[in-house]
């Protein structure tokens, strides 16, 4: 299957900062991306659709202002927190794929 | 997307068959089903699909009844390191929305010695 990295895996920043994580295929060409949040205990919820080239569609909730989604290449979406607060933390994954969807690793954000 | 609901939690003995329902009643023509499983603070790791034959590989094999509203995922001989949560997915995979996947709670699977 395809073969789906995020760069960090992990990040601790301060309340008010802007933090980046990239969900790379290595070996797969995706026009469409995935994003989901994940709170401790609870299951994935998906904040976004990311499409090469376009905009990206949110779900009903997710701030399109504070969640900067940049999808500039088949193999490369980037999600923002813009702003960061404590709340904020939390396991984002990415998925992408053309039958099954294939999940990156995960990256743990932690705001301070 | 159709809604799935999952035991909330199983227990199985190691090297035993673990047996994990999925209901998934309001499934529509296109939906495939889907099962994944996450191994704590990793990404969901793909395991099995179908439409509507019962689908067998090297992880899994995935029983869809008839009328497909439901589907039972059998992990023939369990071992500890299959101690995860499972989740039971229904997508589309061509088209509008495809890939856009709704997580339910899933089941928490405990492998014991």
Request: glycine share 6%; aromatic share 10%.
């Amino acid at each position: 299957g395809a073969v789906v990295s995020q760069h960090p895996s992990w990040v601790i920043c301060k309340s008010g900062t802007s933090v980046k994580i990239e969900c790379r295929s290595l070996d797969f060409q995706a026009t469409t991306m995935f994003w989901y949040r994940q709170f401790p205990k609870q299951s994935l919820m998906l904040m976004a659709t990311s499409n090469e080239g376009s905009k990206a569609t949110y779900e009903q909730g997710v701030e399109k202002d504070k969640f900067l989604i940049n999808h500039a290449s088949l193999t490369l979406s980037t999600l923002t927190v813009t702003s960061a607060h404590p709340e904020d933390s939390s396991f984002y994954i990415c998925s992408m794929g053309h039958n099954e969807q294939f999940f990156g690793p995960g990256t743990r954000l932690t705001v301070l | 997307d159709a809604k799935t609901t999952q035991p909330t939690s199983m227990d199985c003995a190691e090297g035993r068959a673990a047996n994990l329902p999925c209901n998934h009643s309001t499934i529509s023509g296109n939906e495939y089903v889907y099962w994944y499983r996450q191994i704590h603070s990793q990404g969901p790791q793909y395991i099995i699909h179908g439409l509507k034959n019962n689908e067998t590989n090297e992880m899994a094999s995935l029983i869809i009844t008839e009328d497909r509203k439901s589907s039972t995922l059998i992990l023939p001989h369990a071992t500890l390191r299959d101690t995860a949560v499972y989740y039971c997915i229904v997508f589309k995979n061509v088209g509008t929305n495809a890939g856009k996947s709704t997580f339910g709670d899933g089941t928490t699977l405990t492998v014991k010695p």
